[in-house]
């Protein structure tokens, strides 16, 4: 099933060089608190993907920015904002070893 087209655009070329992967842990899972988590990532623009986790972390989020200090003021501003956090880890991308592939369909 075809969920959408889309066109890749190069973030790098639209000034958007900074990719960060953010690691988000909570103090609570109640519905409420998870209802209002993914809606506050869902009104980020920056946020392009966000990912619900099993492990010691409870979500992945994927931010693409402007610079460093955009992203301390969005990090400042909208993810400190989120209720019920017990964490953030931010890991930097330096470069993309493979970009967004199409899936591995499976040949019958």
């Keep these: 099933m075809i969920e959408r087209y889309t ?11 900074i990719t960060a992967f953010v690691r988000l842990t909570l103090l609570s899972h109640t519905s409420a608190i998870v ?3 993914e809606q506050r990532l869902r009104a980020i623009p920056e946020v392009v993907e966000a990912y619900l ?22 990090l400042r501003r909208e993810i400190r904002a989120i209720p019920s956090l017990a964490s953030i880890k931010t890991t930097f991308a ?15």
Excluded: N, W
């Excluded at 330096?94 to 019958?108: C, D, E, G, I, R």
């Design 7 to 17: 066109a890749v655009v190069s973030a790098g070329a639209v000034g958007l060089p």
């Design 35 to 37: 209802d209002e988590i």
């Design 53 to 74: 986790l099993a492990g010691d972390d409870d979500y992945l989020v994927k931010i693409v920015i402007a610079s460093f200090e955009a992203y301390e003021d969005l």
């Design 94 to 108: 330096f470069a993309v070893t493979k970009p967004q592939s199409p899936l591995p369909m499976p040949l019958h």
